[in-house]
């Protein structure tokens, strides 16, 4: 059974917005509530790389290459982290994971995200 659970990818224009959710239903609340947890993207023949991290206390942060565009937030009644993305571009595609940071061994299949027109 996977420890996180993404969805919401899809195709999208350039310029276009998609909202990720991801949910980690089998951490304990009080594990999620007191866990930085972040998106983590891999494009073809890429390292998986952070992009965006939001911490227990509801911090923010960003990869450049995002900043501006990307939103993360969590909700720790759903134990859910999600991500909104707006203005996307077309080297925003690859497929999209979240996980804890620093991450855990315990990755998800991840929901692709493909920037085309």
């Known amino acids: 059974q996977l420890h996180f659970r993404e969805s919401g990818g899809g195709l999208v224009q350039p310029g276009g917005s998609l909202r990720l959710s991801c949910a980690a239903s089998r951490m304990i609340t009080s594990t999620f509530n007191s866990a930085d947890m972040g998106w983590y993207r891999q494009a073809p023949g890429e390292q998986r790389e952070l992009v965006a991290t939001i911490s227990s206390g509801r911090t923010t942060s960003y990869a450049d290459s995002v900043k501006g565009r990307f939103t993360i937030s969590r909700d720790s009644a759903r134990k859910s982290v999600y991500l909104q993305m707006n203005s996307l571009k077309p080297e925003d595609t690859a497929v999209y994971y979240c996980?804890?940071?620093?991450?855990?061994?315990?990755w998800g299949q991840g929901t692709q995200v493909t920037v085309s027109s």
């Open positions: 996980n804890r940071v620093p991450n855990s061994a315990n």
